[in-house]
């Protein structure tokens, strides 16, 4: 199955890895930072605390030593202290500010100004002052200065062993994530493919079912309802195709009753002028000879001679007219656009409100019998149209032939009407149906109040054949 990759961005499987991860990102950052943040308080705190208690149990000791001015003593004490690692130095001083012991690594005068708190601290050494008092007395005062570097070191252990976790958890959700991600995408991708390979046609895929977790119930129906969509396609094409030979056997059957139809006019056309055309001219001939005989013997007989004269006369005229309507002599004998003329002139004396142009262009002479007939029945259906129902006033009627076909345009101004046209009507039907039975193409436009116009296109070819 080939797909079209699906661009980077788009992409389920990145979307959903990129977001996992950001998010475990900024989650573990922010739990790291803040538990960095608690330790260097805990740190800072347990050295302030110690500083404190140290220092006021100094000062304490030191004032009992200092009014017996044992600075010796007071000096091993102090001694013993100073190991204390995280202390860097320790100086006392007498009341007039004069040191009297210094330890460890003791700063130069002027003395460091006292810290609050160890956050506070600039230089990597947390100074501390307390003064010594005995009884109310001020005896002097102690300093110290402890060394933040012990705590900064645990502090960035501290700091690195929450980072190195936080990489490790990052690290394994990625993996995890990954794997997830490409396990879950990759099924469906399959959904996917499959689903665009039915967009095109192929019902026959079926997707594996791997488990039966949210995505295999997905894939189950998916593959129930391709079989059903198969079903009901399949279902369909058989109706189509049902429909479209019965369309065609229709189509047949309509040609072949046009077909019949125009035959049979033919035949009853001729058998009217060979028939009763014959008889009508008998008997004209006979009452003619027994008009002439009886004319100067018996006036009643010549006067009934005369009558029948005169009805076989009527009566040729309305066999005549018939012929003409069943099959226009004209049609055969002097071509299809004489036989229009005189149908059209006919029409336009019982029409006289609407004004009828004919025309006509290129070589319209020596048109098949077949493509002749079906034109001049078409205008035959399109006048009767128009002159029951269009009430117009203009009707422009033109008759044209290119090097590819033959082309006949009918357009009247008159009501119109809006498309389609329903009801039961043939004259339409009839039109298209000879049209095509040429291969050529039918064209209606119209709308209320617009006039309809009809355009009749056969090809040449299709015309060539007839003609042959
Ligand atoms: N030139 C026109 N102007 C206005 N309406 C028309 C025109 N030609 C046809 N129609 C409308 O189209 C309908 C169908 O015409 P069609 O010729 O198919 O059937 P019909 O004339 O009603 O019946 P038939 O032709 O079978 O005797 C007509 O009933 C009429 O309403
Ligand atoms: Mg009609």
Redesign the pocket.
Known sequence: MHRKPTPLLQSLRFRLIASVVTIEIVMLSLLVWNNISIIHTTHTDRLRDTATSMIQQIARTSGTYMVAVDYATLEDYLGNIIDYQELSYLVVLDRDEHSVIELGAFPSEPWPVSEDHPAQVTDGIFDISEDITVAGQPMGSVLMGFSLSLMDEAIRKSRIRGISIAAVEILLTVIVTVLIGLGLTRRLGVLAAAAQEVGKGDYSIKIPIETADEVGRTASAFNRMVTEVSNRTQQLEEAESRSRTLLAENRNLVHTSLHVQEEERKHLARELHDELGQCITAIQADAESIRDLSRDHDKRIEASASAILGVSSRIYEVVHAMMQRLRPGILDDLGLVEALQEEISAWQERNPDVNCAFKTSGDVADLGERTSITIYRIVQ??L???A?????SQLAIDLSTNSDSLVLRIR?D????DLP?T?????????RERTEGLGGEFMLE?KKGA??AISVTIPMNGREQEIT
Do not use: P
């Not at 008159?414 to 009407?417: L, P, T």
């Not at 009801?423 to 039109?431: A, H, K, N, R, T």
């Open positions: 259906e399109c009767t149209n128009v029951k129902y269009a009430k117009a009247d008159g009501r119109g009407m046209v009801g039961s009507g043939l004259g339409l039907i009839g039109m119209s006039g309809v």
